[in-house]
């Protein structure tokens, strides 16, 4: 594989090796971005549920939805699963935010006596391309996993479907927790790279040191892919998040875009209309044919603009299809404030 040549300084565009293009329908990707955690002790439930997006009530064997949890001003600084495994939960952070993550989560968890959050040294995630490596791990029980959020109990962890993308192709994780690591040598490996363009083309949002606490849940479409729990009651940011939710109050949220460069853009990178910053670039990925895909949050009155990145003169974004609705968008009120 390619690496794409490194930006100067300054320059707008990711360090990502060249994704395939078209993603690769069969394989795996090791998931060296992530780690997984481990929150155990008498008091897990009641320390995720007052700071977690997710109902911990409905976490149950078989449902491993995910869940975001946020500032008192309802600002995203997590995005996550999170995975019932026996009395405890096991959640997946980004290893470049897992530190600061933790120690923000922490805070409230010293509330918790016996309670601990500790990484699972010796675990891993895979992506999976297509069904054919689940349906190997699976047999017959894949038929179980209907929708994202659908898991299923290994002897080695769990394996999860997540959302497809846009164009059709099914994706699996799976969670290695405890014990031998499954053998996935039978189909060919393939780079985390093609693992985050399958992310961009299925529209999940992914946060950075560069977007960390810069959005609403909402933004990000988190509740479009089954993050959001809006009657669970009360947790840190909710009363922002809920009020956004009930008032109708979103005014841009996530969409995903072409750029025919491989030059891609820098999460945080403005957005522009013109002059005017309508947004901001959330994640990138260069391909090998050429071009990048991201995904941007951008204001819902601009969308429909030429639209282009701030540092990237000339390129203008083609927008792309996200494998779910976004019906905010439709109805949402715009002012300037």
């Given at each position: 594989?390619?690496?794409?040549?490194?930006?100067?300084?300054?320059?707008?565009?990711?360090?990502?090796?060249?994704?395939?293009?078209?993603l690769p329908e069969t394989g795996w990707a090791k998931l060296g971005n992530r780690v997984l955690v481990r929150i155990s002790g008498p008091g897990t439930d009641k320390f995720l549920q007052g700071q977690f997006s997710q109902n911990l009530?409905?976490?149950?064997?078989?449902?491993?939805?995910?869940?975001?949890?946020?500032?008192?001003?309802?600002?995203?600084y997590c995005l996550?699963?999170?995975?019932?495994?026996?009395?405890?939960?096991?959640?997946?952070?980004?290893?470049?935010?897992?530190?600061?993550?933790?120690?923000?989560?922490?805070?409230?968890?010293?509330?918790?006596?016996?309670?601990?959050?500790?990484?699972?040294?010796?675990g891993c995630i895979f992506g999976l391309f297509g069904d054919s490596d689940a349906q190997r791990l699976a047999g017959q029980a894949l038929s179980?996993?209907?929708?994202?959020?659908?898991?299923?109990?290994?002897?080695?962890g769990y394996l999860i479907r997540v959302e497809p993308t846009a164009e059709g192709l099914s994706r699996f994780e799976l969670w290695h927790t405890a014990g031998k690591a499954p053998a996935l040598d039978a189909s060919e490996e393939r780079s985390l790279a093609d693992w985050q363009a399958s992310e961009i083309a299925a529209g999940i949002a992914a946060l950075t040191a560069q977007t960390l606490e810069a959005f609403v849940p909402q933004m990000l479409n988190?509740?479009?892919?089954?993050?959001?729990?809006?009657?669970?009651?009360?947790?840190?940011?909710?009363?922002v998040i809920a009020r956004m939710h009930f008032l109708g109050q979103l005014k841009k949220s996530?969409?995903?875009?072409?750029?025919?460069?491989?030059?891609?853009?820098?999460?945080?990178?403005?957005?522009?209309?013109?002059?005017?910053?309508?947004g901001s670039v959330v994640n990138s990925v260069p391909l090998k044919n050429?071009?990048?895909?991201?995904?941007?949050?951008?204001?819902?009155?601009?969308?429909?603009?030429?639209?282009?990145?701030?540092?990237?003169?000339?390129?203008?974004?083609t927008p792309l299809p996200l494998p779910y609705a976004v019906p905010e968008r439709e109805k949402s009120p715009q002012t300037d404030t």
């Open positions: 594989m390619t690496d794409a040549a490194p930006p100067a300084s300054g320059d707008p565009r990711s360090t990502l090796p060249n994704a395939a293009s078209p009530d409905e976490v149950v064997a078989g449902y491993s939805p995910r869940a975001a949890a946020a500032t008192p001003k309802g600002r995203a996550t699963r999170v995975v019932r495994d026996g009395d405890d939960i096991v959640m997946d952070l980004d290893s470049a935010l897992a530190e600061s993550t933790l120690g923000q989560l922490r805070k409230y968890l010293m509330l918790f006596r016996g309670t601990s959050a500790d990484p699972v040294t010796d179980e996993l209907k929708k994202p959020g659908d898991s299923l109990a290994l002897d080695s988190w509740q479009h892919v089954g993050g959001i729990h809006f009657k669970k009651g009360c947790y840190t940011g909710q009363e996530l969409y995903r875009f072409q750029l025919d460069t491989a030059d891609a853009p820098e999460p945080g990178r403005s957005i522009l209309a013109g002059d005017r910053s309508v050429g071009t990048c895909e991201l995904l941007a949050v951008v204001r819902h009155d601009a969308a429909d603009a030429d639209l282009t990145v701030d540092g990237l003169a000339g390129q203008t974004l």
